[in-house]
């Protein structure tokens, strides 16, 4: 399946498998995250943002702790403009040419409770984005989680209490992150509601893509 090179649930699920990559990598040599912080000249808290492929960190962070591996030259090949995604007319333009090409796949995690959280992360980015340029937005979305601690659900009292927290005092980053506290408190937000209908479409074929697969070709020569 081809999407666009700029779709926020891709760019979220490459960050993740990079972070899932570093990782593995870090693991495999033996590494402590004490040890790999130290490498990397980061702290402990960072690094575990950077292999939970957080997109809080700086790309010079993700940098630091690539480094820190040995695997800079990884990078090299999308330094030098190599990689693009497929669409119709590259596939068209390369049909007639000899260069030899690689393909990368990048698809979701498909198990249920993975790819529902993709999705709600997503939700939940492009809904913070549109609170901190829309104040009315931000009102809405507090009415909204009102109504709902009016009702008096006790299942779901404690995560609503700390939204009123978040959304008083903007405190996006409790939401966004990969921690299993931010997942459950994006299963009981009230933020979604200020999505269009059409934004939320819109992030759901993203995710259907995603579980087919995006694919990226690599050229042979980097003066594509």
Same mark, same amino acid.
């Given at each position: 399946m081809?999407?666009s090179s ?10 993740l498998?990079?972070?899932d990559?570093l990782r593995?990598l870090r693991?495999?040599r033996?590494? @402590? ?5 130290? +490498?990397?000249?980061? #702290?402990?808290? =960072?690094? /575990?943002?950077?292999e939970?492929?957080?997109p809080?960190?700086s ?15 990884d990078l090299?090949l999308?330094a030098?403009g190599?990689?693009r995604p497929v ?6 333009a390369?049909? @007639? ?5 690689a +393909?990368?796949?990048v #698809?979701?995690? =498909?198990? /249920?409770h993975r790819?529902?959280?993709l ?5 939940h ?5 549109r ?9 809405q979305?507090?009415a909204?989680?009102?109504t709902?601690?009016n009702?008096g659900?006790q299942r779901?009292?404690t995560?609503?209490?700390e939204w ?5 005092h903007r405190k996006?980053?409790?939401a966004l992150g ?6 459950e408190?994006r299963q009981a ?10 934004v939320?479409?819109?992030i759901?074929?993203?995710?259907r893509d995603?579980?087919?697969?995006v ?7 980097a003066?594509?």
């Amino acid at each position: 399946m081809n999407a666009s090179s700029d779709s926020s649930v891709l760019l979220l699920q490459l960050l993740l498998q990079l972070g899932d990559r570093l990782r593995r990598l870090r693991k495999s040599r033996g590494l @402590s995250t004490m040890e790999m912080a130290s +490498r990397a000249g980061i #702290s402990r808290p =960072t690094l /575990r943002a950077v292999e939970a492929g957080d997109p809080t960190p700086s790309m010079g962070t993700y940098l630091k702790v690539i480094s820190a591996l040995g695997i800079v030259g990884d990078l090299a090949l999308l330094a030098a403009g190599g990689m693009r995604p497929v669409t119709s007319n590259t596939a068209a333009a390369e049909a @007639s040419s000899d260069t030899p090409l690689a +393909r990368i796949v990048v #698809s979701a995690d =498909t198990s /249920r409770h993975r790819i529902q959280d993709l999705q709600s992360l997503a939700l939940h980015e492009e809904a913070v984005r549109r609170v901190r340029a829309d104040p009315v937005l931000l009102h809405q979305a507090k009415a909204v989680l009102q109504t709902w601690l009016n009702a008096g659900d006790q299942r779901s009292a404690t995560l609503w209490i700390e939204w009123k927290e978040i959304l008083e005092h903007r405190k996006w980053r409790k939401a966004l992150g990969r921690t299993q506290r931010a997942q459950e408190l994006r299963q009981a937000s009230p933020m979604t509601a200020v999505l269009p209908p059409e934004v939320r479409k819109r992030i759901l074929q993203e995710v259907r893509d995603l579980k087919e697969g995006v694919v990226f070709e690599i050229a042979g020569r980097a003066s594509q």
